[in-house]
């Protein structure tokens, strides 16, 4: 039986589309074997997030999925809501999701899969390596500003990835406690940050391609983008001051624990895995 899913969805002032997107959700959810929960963190919303999320949550039957609502005061960043709710998820495998959708909720077997599967303790969705995968495109000077962003980060911080920012990502939780909770940045870096702590630590990672398409109002903004860039040269600081080391070791350590059992059941009896070859992907 597969395991039961968490999901994250950080919302920012997003009345007018969450009741939508958490409908898709639980939907999606009462569908799946293992089933799961969402859980919407409200990042200080000005409007009436918290509680059309929480109208929408009890208005939809129970089968498979259940949602709840936790409320971050004042406005932090989508950084520190995502921290927030994947330290609330109460199942060992956790993604988050933007609240527009723009990675169609079907995608989600791409993110989870591979970590059911024990081949992966990070999965991050890509818009980067299949661009035949995207729909409708973001403009032009905003896919131009993400390319050279890409490019700095992979000069700042050593990672190899194509796309850092798809707010996409699903987390073995048992490994990736401790990286969530090592984590410092509240806003546009912090994608990278998490990224960068897991690397430093050995995780085993992968970036996928997913279908993708650009949702008109958004929060990022000429201003956000730039906030990115600073964080970049925050995460170096962070690093060369050894505020991640206690993180980097404590999620080392959990990984040599769940290595153990994972070679004492393999010992034992075959493990088998319904994750295809093609979702198995390649290690980093």
């Known amino acids: 039986m597969p395991s039961a899913l968490s999901i994250i969805i950080p919302a920012y002032n997003e009345s007018a589309r969450i009741a939508k997107t ?11 074997p293992g089933g799961g929960e969402i859980i919407v963190v409200d990042d200080g919303s000005k409007d009436d997030t918290a509680a059309v999320s929480e109208e929408t949550i009890a208005a939809h039957p129970r089968r498979r999925s259940e949602g709840r609502v ?36 079907t995608e989600t077997p791409k993110l989870v899969e591979p970590i059911r599967s024990g081949q ?34 992979r000069l700042a911080t050593g990672l190899p990835f ?25 806003r546009f870096g912090f994608d990278v940050e998490l990224l ?62 769940v290595k153990d059992r994972r070679q004492i059941t393999e010992d034992g009896d075959a493990i088998e895995s319904d994750v295809s070859p093609e979702l198995a992907g390649q290690r980093i």
């Open 70 to 105: 936790i409320r971050v005061e004042p406005n932090k960043g989508k950084g520190g809501a995502v921290r927030a709710g994947l330290l609330e998820a109460r199942n060992n495998v956790a993604a988050f999701f933007d609240a527009d959708l723009s990675m169609p909720v």
């Open 162 to 186: 194509k796309d850092t920012q798809c707010g996409f990502k699903a987390f073995r939780m048992d490994v990736c406690r401790a990286v969530v909770e090592g984590a410092l940045i509240d």
């Open 22 to 32: 958490l409908r898709e959700v639980l939907s999606y959810l009462d569908e799946q």
């Open 196 to 257: 960068f702590i897991a690397h430093r630590a050995g995780l085993r990672m992968l970036e996928y391609p997913v279908r993708w398409n650009d949702v008109a109002g958004g929060s990022v903004s000429f201003k956000t983008g730039l906030q990115g860039f600073a964080e970049l040269r925050e995460v170096k600081r962070n690093a060369s001051r050894g505020l991640y080391d206690e993180a980097v070791k404590r999620a080392r350590a959990a990984a040599a624990r």
């Open 120 to 153: 992966y303790d990070i999965v991050f969705g890509s818009r980067a390596l299949d661009r035949k995968l995207i729909g409708t495109h973001q403009p032009w000077a905003r896919e131009q500003s993400g390319r050279v962003f890409n490019r700095l980060m």
